[in-house]
């Protein structure tokens, strides 16, 4: 993966991180709500380097019948990496990690769909990483709720995700490949703006309360500049330009 | 826009109070949230929103166009563009006095076949049951059909069926359109059926565009002219 390198500075003396960011600033960030003819929602996103399709089909049958909830629909989330993902070929065939990030997206999305009121049937969710620079499951599963929304099911709130971390003793906000495999800790999060509901954390690394608390804290406020980008992706589509 | 009518997706708070929550809206605590993207609308004591998208969801009385899937020596089964396949039974058809063994199914009805049908029952516990014995309701024999969204059926109609009323008169096709997004057209000069096509798409389009009747009726008048 790279990435070690024992010279690279993450964090220098005017508070720089080794991007060129600052130490509360996100990786430039697109979404675009649609854009695949054949799937009922979908949404392309670029999180820094990181570029993610997401295929959205549903409410439909469930295949194989006995998955199927009489009292409500299922959620089914693949998350998966192309094998030109990353620098070195990945193998296609699901990995360890890929069936951990779709079980992580899966419950992230589920307290923010309704689907009870699609008994018998199955929503699935397609993530396809098309290029992979850290923070994945945080952009995956941000562009997941915009196909989601675009595909019409119904949802209490949107889920936006970004990731909080420490590098050199900081708390930073969006990390990096980089900041990833050589800061102290990377911490995911998932957020529903308007419920004010944390519905993903993950944490690896050490940090002490004071900065879990700092980090959940920068990471909250992360989110909510995602969910701008969210909802201003999904006004574009739906309503051209115009707003309200 | 009045202050009434508001742009929405999921999670955006359309208002609070106390308001009755009906179509695609939520009470979460005092407020009323958006759960699809679409327009939401404020009555005096109840809200609404009304989607931009998303798939047909089955509703009693509904008129929808369905396509026969296969039959069992009891039912058909029909394509109703819906997450749940529509229930026909035999005696629909062929009446009270069906029998299984002297009736044979795909002498009425083939798979492939298309029929106007009107949800008769459903629920939450099974798949819509559909009926096929009313005045206008049963195959469909000729026609060409056009799928559009779910979503776009009410702006089809128009106000009081102003928008279809206009592109029947104009092009003297006999349009019947199903609640599941499924039309079917047929006309009987060629032109005609091509400018009831069009017109429909164009609706299908631009369902968002505000004074979409007018452009319709431009384009429709416009081709009569050439």
New interface residues.
């Given amino acids: 993966m790279g990435g070690r390198d024992a010279t690279m500075v993450l964090l220098d003396e005017n508070g720089i991180r080794c991007d060129g960011r600052k130490v509360d600033e996100p990786r430039r960030i697109m979404i675009k709500a649609g854009g695949l003819k054949n799937a ?2 979908s949404a392309y996103i670029e999180f820094g380097d990181n570029k993610i399709l997401v295929g959205v089909f ?4 469930v295949h194989p019948k006995h998955m199927s909830n ?1 009292d409500t629909g299922i959620l089914r989330v693949r998350y998966h990496m192309e094998p030109f993902s990353v620098g070195e070929r990945k193998n296609p065939a699901p990995s360890r990690r890929e069936i951990e990030i779709s079980k992580v997206i899966k419950e992230a999305l589920e307290p ?1 769909v ?1 689907l009870d ?5 199955a929503v699935d969710v397609f993530i396809e990483v098309l290029q992979a620079d850290g923070g994945t499951r945080c952009a995956a599963l941000t562009a997941a709720s915009v196909a989601l ?10 889920v936006a995700a970004i990731a909080a971390g420490k590098v050199a003793d900081t708390v930073i906000l969006d990390v990096n490949n980089e900041e990833d495999q050589a800061g102290q800790a990377d911490m995911p999060i998932g957020y ?4 004010e509901k944390i519905t993903l954390l993950q944490l690896d690394g050490v940090l002490t309360p004071d900065e879990y608390k700092k980090c959940v804290q920068v990471g909250v406020d992360g989110c909510k500049i995602v969910y701008d980008l969210q ?1 201003k992706a ?2 574009e589509k ?3 330009d ?3 | 826009m009045d202050n009434k009518r ?8 359309v208002t609070t109070g106390p308001f009755r929550p009906e179509q ?1 809206v ?1 009470l ?1 605590g005092n407020k009323i ?1 958006s ?3 679409g327009i939401s609308e404020i009555y005096d004591d109840s809200v609404k929103v009304i ?5 047909y ?1 089955p509703k009693i009385n509904d008129l929808v166009i369905g396509k026969v899937i296969s039959h069992t020596s009891l039912s058909w089964e029909l394509d109703i563009n819906s ?2 396949v529509g229930f026909l039974p035999a005696q629909d058809v062929f009446g009270r006095d069906f029998s299984a063994h002297a009736d044979e199914l795909a002498t009425k009805l083939k798979s492939g076949d298309l029929v106007a049908a009107r949800i008769a029952n459903f629920d ?2 099974r798949d819509p049951l559909v009926t096929i014995s009313d005045r206008d309701l049963g195959k469909i024999d000729s026609g060409d059909l056009i799928k559009i969204s779910p ?1 776009k059926v009410p702006r089809l109609i128009g106000k009081r069926g102003a928008m279809i009323q206009m592109i029947e008169m104009a092009t003297d096709a006999a349009i019947t359109i199903g609640q599941n997004g499924w039309v079917v057209v047929s006309c009987e000069s060629p032109e005609g059926l091509l400018k009831a096509k069009k017109a429909i798409e164009m609706v299908n389009e631009k369902a ?1 565009v505000a004074n979409l009747t007018d452009q319709v009726k431009e384009m429709l008048e416009s081709k009569g002219e050439s």
Avoid at chain 1, 58 to 61: N, Q, S
Avoid at chain 1, 117 to 121: A, L, Y
Avoid at chain 1, 149 to 158: S, T, Y
Avoid at chain 2, 6 to 13: A, C, E, L, S, T
Wanted: net charge positive; aromatic share 8%; glycine share 12%.
């Fill in positions: 009922d929602g549903g409410p439909r049958d009489t923010a309704m009121k699609f008994p018998r049937t929304a675009d595909a019409g099911i119904p949802m209490r709130d949107m529903m703006p308007n419920l909802k999904l006004q739906y309503f051209g115009g707003g309200d | 508001k742009y929405v997706i999921p999670g955006d708070v695609n939520i979460e949230i759960t699809t993207i989607p931009l998208t998303g798939k969801i997450c749940y939450r516990t979503s968002h």
